[in-house]
């Protein structure tokens, strides 16, 4: 679970919160932690050497949710990152995708990987993302991606934010 649970998607305010972290500050180096909502405990951010990651939306939970009503539940989650990733690239022209199947692959084996894709890896975060980088006059990059770590978990939307490049892992 997120800190935004129970939000309405909207896509003007998922640029606004892309922007608010591309502003944000990055540590230099490490470690990686989550930090979560003062109140609810709930993730809200997790910050690590040269990047942030926050969730941008949250659907509801899918527990029981079977069929077509999964499959709705599915394609509007798609459909929010469709119109984050279109306003995005209307700020900053085409993006590239970085499929994050290596990672995924290089978790189960537990084999090392740079510190990024391990805290997106451990919060679960193994939808392909659209980056951009740099971006404007920064010189960081900017990732978006949907995710659920199983058939009962809800959709997330989030954002990454790094000062090096997001580039795909190299398959071993």
């Known amino acids: 679970m997120t800190a935004r649970i129970g939000e309405t998607f909207e896509t003007a305010r998922a640029v606004s919160d892309v922007l608010a972290l591309l502003a944000a500050p ?20 997790t910050r690590g050497e040269g990047f942030l990651i926050a969730p941008l939306w949250e659907s509801d939970g899918l527990v ?4 077509r ?35 995924l692959f290089r978790k189960q084996a537990g084999e090392p990987m740079p510190p990024l894709f391990q805290a997106l890896s451990d919060e679960d975060c193994y939808g392909d993302l659209s980056v951009w ?14 995710n659920q770590c199983d058939g009962d978990a809800p959709m997330i939307v989030v954002a990454v934010v790094s000062d090096r490049a997001v580039t795909e892992l190299p398959e071993r």
């Open 26 to 45: 990055v540590s230099a180096d490490g470690p990686t932690a989550g930090e979560g909502d003062p109140v609810t405990g709930e993730w809200r951010v």
């Open 133 to 146: 980088g740099p971006v404007g006059e920064s010189p960081r990059w900017v990732g978006v991606s949907v």
């Open 69 to 103: 009503a999964w499959t709705d539940a599915e394609q509007a989650a798609q459909g929010h990152l469709d119109s984050l990733v279109a306003e995005l690239t209307k700020r900053w022209g085409p993006h590239r995708r970085v499929a994050m199947h290596v990672p």
């Open 64 to 67: 029981g949710v079977y069929e």
